[in-house]
């Protein structure tokens, strides 16, 4: 396993919980806007963290934390992913999963019905599932896999989100609208604010997020097709 970043305690990473951040490093995508860069593309650059070292903080905190949250990177890129969530499943812990959605199979895995593997989880929905999903993802990407993904996790059963980062230069109102109807019925869905401060394009580093009234707009009109669709980060 390798783990390339931990956040020992947050309180912003899963809504409600208090939870330990685990962070495992490359993704199959090239978000110009992720704020992950170096473990997106350099992560040998950064310190490895120990599963060893892990559980000890968690376990001289059981009471406090609810749980962990894996995330990326694309955690389901790893073939010892599911070993991970057991181990922390053996430890008592809720697990929440961040994933982009590329990998149905290993969502359908995870979220086959008893295996109790996960308790919530949160996929990103780029784009509108038409070509510009290319440009908010930096690839070519299987969008079947995607709308898969949508399918596996809406008739899972667990607890989940869909949610997208409203970059100014990619999605409008229109996109945000369309996107939305194509999770109609879905639990909950999360407009992110954009923040160009670390952005994997470095030209998107002086552009302006959306002020906190588009966004807001954004969500009502989203909430035609998702009632529960909050805005996080403005
Ligand atoms: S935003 Fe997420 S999916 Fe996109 S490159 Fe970064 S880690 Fe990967």
Known sequence: MDIRGFIETSFLDWDGKISSVIFLPHCNFKCPFCDNGLLVENPET??????????????????????????????????????????????????????????????????????????????????????KYYEATGLKTDLNKIKESIKIIMASGVDYEFRTTVVPTILDEAEIEEMAKSIAGAKKYALQQFVPDHTLDERLRVIAPHPKEKIEKMAALAKKYVPKTIVRGV
């Open 46 to 131: 950064l310190p490895e963290v120990k599963l060893e070292a892990i559980d000890n903080f968690i376990n001289q905190r059981k009471d406090f934390i609810d749980g962990v949250v894996i995330t990326g990177g694309e955690p389901t890129i790893h073939p010892w992913l599911t070993d991970l969530i057991k181990h922390f499943k053996a430890m008592d812990l809720l697990v929440k999963l961040d994933t982009n959605g590329t990998n149905p199979r290993v969502l359908s895995e995870l979220l086959t019905p008893n295996s109790e593997l996960i308790d919530y989880i949160a996929m990103d929905l780029k784009a509108p599932l038409n070509d």
